[in-house]
C-alpha cells in the first residue's frame, strides 16, 4: 500500500532529500511551505512535478491541522525551523515560536487530527552545546549555548513527552552537522564552498570569517535524510544520534577545500571577521552512533574528504553558468 508522507520544511536543504529519498521508497509526498513574496524553490524545483506543496506555517496552528486533513499522511517529518544559530541572537522570540512551540503546534495538529501517524522531529546536536561528554550520544546530558539549542532542547521534550503522554510514535534524531551542495549559503561550510569556487574562478579575493577553531562532526545530508525514515520504520518509537563520530575544525574544512583547487598558502586567503563571532561558541561537536549503528544498521557512506570535494564541485559548476 502507498504511504504518504507530510514534511515541513520541504524548500530546505533535508526537505528536499528527504522528498528525494522517499519518492525513490514509493511515497506520496506532500510538503509545506510558507508564504514568500519570491520563489523559494532552488532546492525543489526539480520535484515540482512528483510532489503536492501545501501552505503552512509553523506559528500557525490551524494552518498545520488544515494540511494534515489535506494529505492525511502516515508519516509527519517536521524539519521546518529557524534553523541558522546565529540569526537565533538576532531574533531569539521568533526562533522560540517556530523552533521550539511550532513543535508542539505540530504535535497538538497530529493528537487532534489522527494520534496514529509516526511523527519524527529534527532534534540537534546544538542541544549538547557545551558538550559535557565528547562523543555525546543519546544519554549524554545537553548543555545548550543559543537561543536556537534552547528552542531545540524544548522541542526534543516536548516529543518524548507526546510519546510518554499519548503512547504516540514520536521520534528525535539528534542530528550533528550535515551539509550538502544544497546547504544555505550563510552556513560555513557553503560559505567556504562558494568562497573557494569564486577564489579559483576569479571572481573573489578573499572569504571573511568568523572563529576557525571551532569544530563539527560533519556528514553528507542525504545519508542523514536515510536515517530520519529508517527511526519511523522501527517497531518502536525512541530516540537516535545521527553522527560520523569525526571531527573537524573550519581551518580543516579550509585547507581540504583550498587544496582541493590548487591553493597550499590558503591563509592568504582568509579575512576574519567580529561580526562573524558569537556570544557564545560552540567549540566542539563530536557524536557516537553506535545506537543507530545496532537498532537499525544505520552508517554514514560519505567521508569529510568527499563532502568538502562535492560542495566545492558544485559550487564551481553553478558560478561557470553565469560566466
Ligand atoms: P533549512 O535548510 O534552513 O530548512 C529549514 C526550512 O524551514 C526552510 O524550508 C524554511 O522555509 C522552513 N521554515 C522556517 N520557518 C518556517 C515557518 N515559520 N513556517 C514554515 N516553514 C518554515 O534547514 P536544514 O539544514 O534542512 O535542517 C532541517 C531541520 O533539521 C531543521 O529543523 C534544523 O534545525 C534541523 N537540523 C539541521 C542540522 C544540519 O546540520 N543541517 C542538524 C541538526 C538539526 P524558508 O525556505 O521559507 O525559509
Ligand atoms: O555552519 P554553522 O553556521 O553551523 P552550526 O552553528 O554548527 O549549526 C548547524 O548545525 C547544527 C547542528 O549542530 C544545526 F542544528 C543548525 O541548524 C545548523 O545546521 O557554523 C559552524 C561553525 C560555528 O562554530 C561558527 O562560529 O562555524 C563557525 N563559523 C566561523 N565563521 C562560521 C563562520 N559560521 C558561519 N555561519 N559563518 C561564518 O562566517
Sequence with gaps: MTKTAFITGINGMDGSHLADLLLTKGYKVYGMERRSSNANDVNTKHLKDDITILNGDMTDQNSLLRCLKECNPDEVYNLAAQSFVGESWNTPEHTSEVTGIGVLRVLEAIREFNPKI?????????MFGRMVENPAKETTPFYP??????????????????????????????????????????????????????????????????????KRDWGYAPDYVKAMWLMLQQ????????????????REFLDVAFKYIGINNWALYIKQDPRFMRPAEVDVLRGDYTKAKTQMEWNPDTSFENLVKKMVDNDLELLKKDI
Design 235 to 250: 517497531d518502536t518509537a525512541d530516540d537516535y544520534v545521527i553522527a560520523t563520530g569525526e571531527t573537524h575544525s573550519i
Design 118 to 126: 509516526r511523527f519524527y522531529q529534527a532534534s540537534s546536536s546544538e
Design 145 to 214: 549555548r543559543s537561543p536556537y539549542g534552547v528552542a531545540k532542547l524544548y522541542g526534543h521534550w516536548i516529543t518524548k513527552n507526546y510519546r510518554e503522554s499519548y503512547n504516540m510514535f514520536a521520534c528525535s534524531g539528534i542530528l550533528f552537522n550535515h551539509e550538502s551542495e544544497r546547504r544555505g549559503i550563510e552556513f560555513v561550510t557553503r560559505k567556504i564552498s562558494d568562497g573557494v569556487a569564486r577564489i579559483k574562478l576569479g571572481l573573489a579575493d578573499h572569504i571573511t570569517l568568523g572563529n576557525l577553531e571551532a
